[in-house]
């Protein structure tokens, strides 16, 4: 008789059986319901007569294409359930002027893809009149009149306002106007004034974005500025106060991060301060104070980028209040700034000694692009970039710098035009008071 020390697996643990997971009683369902579904079904070639192609019908074939109908129904039911419980959790906002408001919208949405117009007519104003950009078309702010044309020069909305100094923001799909220093504003769409103001104390700075929300630069009783943060109904969702006085606002296009300057005075000496507002969820605040420094504009040059004009240096921020780069200008004093998505334009003023005025062109992160100088017949007055491409207007002349800043070219304009408003960088606006004329890149030479 054979002892354990004789037996080949002595010492061994025995193998334990695996047990079976107990699925939960839903888990189950699922299971037996997939299963009676799509439960296998016999191959073709398992069969054990041949399939004959040329019947009517084929048994195989017939039981699949039953079971898929069947999937198919219930999906249906599915996106049913689905479609009626986003109705009822959203009926509130289904209504007859959202309804009205949405085909408006692709109305107006149309009239981006009409052909261009070489030139744009609108009523002339009382004082110069403010020009934004706006939905491949124009939006004129007047002393009495807003005028919102398309890019073929169709007039698309006309409302009556009050402004000594017209000012205006425009996002994607929405737009302010304001009288700087005044007590009022509005908020437009595309095709009608959405919300309308009286201020209890002047607005200095406005910016929207394009989800509706927006930014007021004002005062109050007990401070010297204030801002006022709207939310996209154009409710009050909440106000931050400062001790100094607001210079620049600015606002990503997401709306998720908004930038305020703001300069005041200590002992005799300017303290910059720079706040970084994050709107998502509560509004929260990070502030960069620069000593002995008077900041200038404001903007984002990438949606976590905020550029900041300084008399002595160009600073680019992280939206978490972070330097990322801190650029000196040693030779000169800014005088132009233009901030866009993806780059940073400084001109700065005349030289002494060659008489040349240097155009610097930085990246988002404050990485040099290029640098050269420009000796234009007058002193530069307006800065706007087109794309990559970057455009001063001086005098009787338009430049045109290439993206690279290698080819510099120009054209002339009349010396009454007002503003420069650049669409890409094939083509631009350049608005007079009582008309706007577009240039393309064929307008321009290197004579």
Do not use: W
């Not at 009556?160 to 007590?183: C, H, L, M, W």
């Not at 998720?256 to 998502?280: L, P």
Request: hydrophobic share 40%; charged share 20%.
């Amino acid at each position: 008789m054979a002892t354990d020390t004789q037996r080949p697996d002595a010492g061994r643990t025995p193998p334990r059986r695996r047990r079976s997971r107990r699925m939960g009683v839903a888990a189950r369902a699922v299971q037996n319901g997939v299963r009676r579904l799509f439960g296998r079904l016999p191959l073709p070639e398992e069969d054990r007569e041949p399939i004959d192609f040329s019947a009517p019908s084929v048994p195989y074939y017939d039981d699949l294409a039953r079971r898929f109908h069947l999937a198919q129904i219930i999906l249906y039911l599915v996106l049913f359930v689905f479609v009626v419980t986003a109705v009822l959790s959203s009926r509130e906002r289904i209504t007859y002027a959202n309804l009205y408001y949405l085909v408006k919208d692709i109305n107006a949405a149309s009239h981006i893809a009409e052909d261009a117009a070489n030139r744009l007519d609108y009523p002339a104003s009382v004082t110069t009149p403010a020009f934004v950009r706006y939905r491949g078309g124009l939006v004129v702010v007047g002393s009495q009149e807003v005028t919102v044309l398309s890019g073929s020069g169709r007039q698309t909305l006309t409302a009556q306002v009050s402004y000594a100094t017209p000012a205006a923001d425009a996002s994607e799909k929405y737009f302010i106007t304001y009288g700087r220093g005044e007590n009022s504003f509005s908020v437009f769409n595309a095709f009608t004034q959405i919300h309308s103001e009286e201020t209890e104390f002047p607005v200095y700075g406005a910016a929207v974005a394009d989800d509706g929300s927006f930014i007021l630069l004002t005062r109050s009783a007990d401070y010297t500025s204030r801002i006022m943060f709207y939310d996209r109904d154009c409710s009050v969702r909440a106000s931050y106060y400062l001790t100094g006085y607001a210079l620049s606002v600015a606002v990503s296009p997401s709306g998720d991060f908004a930038a305020v300057t703001s300069v005041e005075e200590a002992d005799g000496k300017f303290r910059s301060k720079i706040n970084i507002f994050r709107m998502s969820g509560g509004i929260a605040n990070e502030t960069v104070t620069v000593e002995n420094a008077l900041a200038g504009v404001c903007g984002f040059a990438a949606a976590d980028r905020v550029a900041v004009a300084f008399p002595d240096r160009l600073t680019v921020l992280r939206t978490d209040g972070s330097v990322q780069a801190e650029i000196p200008l040693e030779d000169g004093t800014p005088t132009l700034c233009a901030i866009s998505a993806g780059r940073i334009a400084i001109l700065m003023q005349k030289s002494k000694n060659t008489g040349n005025y240097a155009v610097k062109v930085f990246d988002k992160n404050g990485k040099s692009v290029y640098n050269r100088d420009v000796a234009p017949d007058a002193e530069p007055t307006a800065i706007a970039f087109g794309g990559n491409v970057l455009y001063i207007r001086a005098g009787s002349y338009l430049y045109r710098f290439s993206g690279d800043g290698r080819a510099v070219t120009s054209t002339r304009i009349s010396r009454d035009m007002l503003a420069i408003l650049p669409d890409s960088d094939s083509s631009l606006l350049v608005c007079g008071s009582a008309f706007a004329s577009r240039y393309y890149t064929r307008d321009f030479s290197d004579s």
